[in-house]
């Protein structure tokens, strides 16, 4: 087993050395069918540095890698990749390219704290404040009240576009992107979910319009910005933040039996996803913003800082990431994401110095619960409270007129008349 080391600046570089929420009512909305039972995990004794690649590698193999998974999992202590596996194929219709560490999966909503850094970044170079008005960047915008502040932490009270632009997208055969869904918005004025800034509530719009702020303040394509100021200078090879252009060439998701997943019309917009990377990026990038490499330092704890505390629970949000805060003052600094067959989790627990990587092509909801139950592989996570599972079986129209009846936002994946899976958030 290889373990390899990662040397932190604002520039990284590889070498092979000899031996990888929040508060809110809905919790997590990434998940369908019944929730499996929570696998059981029993803490590495921390001076024994053998047992972590053993003990995570047993762990891994008999709770993921037995089963259907498709991708690729990492695991780090500190700098040190400690374990690290690529299974399956990219296509599985032709199966003629198997994963490795090269291949770009989309992360769906792990791209919101790529987005939540960039905002923090032209805030630390003067060229925004996050306290400004949406009205400053967009002219018409009719949600007077709504900051940027209030987009980075889900507090905006906006409407999920996933929910109301299908009324209004009329050539289902063509891509919305990030512009139409604002179009949308100050054309028909979708009904908010709430007061802005009154409380939380997870949706894409919000990550969305923080795409186009970036694009307004930096005259740069969102793709363009990210790749200039983030993925060349961390040597991210293998990431990118996805366009139009790109769709044909993506690396595909499939259903849980391995049916390829058909895009739709809301494939395009990017910030609140779309960006593809891998594991071994996802570290790059992890730790450099964990350690103040990306933006200073104040600004990294204010993107860890839980800002949605109207109640008591261990779940609650900063900007762009979601937090777990532990009764025994443990924290867990993660993002999982889903979209259409792809899930991926990101999770780094500070106080072990450990980051957590899986991503999969292929629809596995047991993802989510094995990354959370491998916390405990490495100290005391284990009043975390098991993933809620939710389900819906009805098609697109039935979102929209959520939307317009004004019924209480739920994030999940919806079944075709056809029996086929079609997800309707970017999770």
């Not at 850094?117 to 009240?145: C, H, M, R, V």
């Not at 983030?230 to 996805?242: K, S």
């Not at 330092?297 to 860890?304: E, I, N, P, R």
Request: some cysteine.
């Amino acid at each position: 087993m290889k373990h390899i080391f990662y040397n932190i600046g604002f520039t990284l570089s590889l070498v092979v050395g000899c031996h990888a929420t929040l508060q809110e009512n809905k919790v997590q909305p990434e998940f369908t069918s019944a929730p499996p039972p929570a696998p059981v995990a029993t803490p590495i004794i921390k001076n024994d540095s053998s047992a972590y690649t053993n003990t995570v590698k047993d762990f891994f193999e008999k709770k993921l890698l037995n089963g259907r998974f498709n991708g690729g999992v990492l695991v780090a202590k500190g700098n040190e990749i400690i374990y690290e596996k690529y299974q399956g194929y990219e296509d599985l219709r032709t199966k003629k390219a198997v994963i490795d560490e090269a291949t770009p999966m989309h992360v769906a909503s792990v791209s919101k704290n790529f987005a939540a850094a960039a905002i923090l970044k032209l805030s630390e170079e003067n060229k925004l404040q996050i306290t400004e008005p949406l009205t400053n960047f967009f002219p018409g915008f009719p949600y007077t009240d709504v900051n940027v502040e209030m987009l980075l932490s889900h507090r905006s009270g906006l409407p999920d576009y996933m929910h109301f632009l299908e009324k209004y997208w009329t050539d289902k055969n063509s891509y919305a992107n990030n512009q139409d869904v604002l179009n949308a918005m100050i054309n028909y004025q979708p009904k908010i979910e709430f007061k802005a800034g009154t409380r939380f509530e997870y949706s894409n719009t919000n990550f969305v319009l923080l795409a186009l702020v970036i694009e307004k303040v930096t005259g740069l394509s969102y793709p363009e910005y990210m790749k200039k100021t983030f993925f060349e200078p961390l040597q991210m090879e293998d990431t990118y933040v996805a366009s139009v252009a790109d769709m044909p060439s993506v690396t595909p998701s499939f259903a849980a039996n391995g049916r390829y997943w058909q895009t739709n019309f809301m494939d395009a917009t990017y910030g609140d996803k779309n960006i593809y990377t891998t594991p071994r990026d996802l570290l790059k990038w992890s730790l450099a913003v964990s350690q103040g490499k990306v933006i200073r330092q104040s600004l990294v704890d204010s993107a860890f800082t839980p800002y949605s505390n109207e109640k008591k629970t261990v779940h609650n949000y900063g900007f762009g990431w979601r937090l777990l805060m532990l009764p025994n003052d443990k924290k867990v600094i993660y993002h999982n994401g889903k979209w259409h067959g792809t899930n991926a989790s990101l999770a780094m627990l500070p106080e072990d110095n450990v980051t957590i990587i899986v991503i999969g092509n292929r629809y596995n909801s047991n993802i989510y619960n094995v990354s959370r139950a491998s916390y405990n592989l490495f100290g005391d996570y284990i009043k975390i409270e098991p993933q809620r599972h939710y389900v819906a079986k009805k098609h697109y129209k039935r979102s929209s007129k959520r939307s317009v009846a004004k019924k209480k936002t739920t994030h999940k994946t919806y079944t075709s008349s056809a029996g086929r899976p079609v997800t309707k958030t970017a999770r």
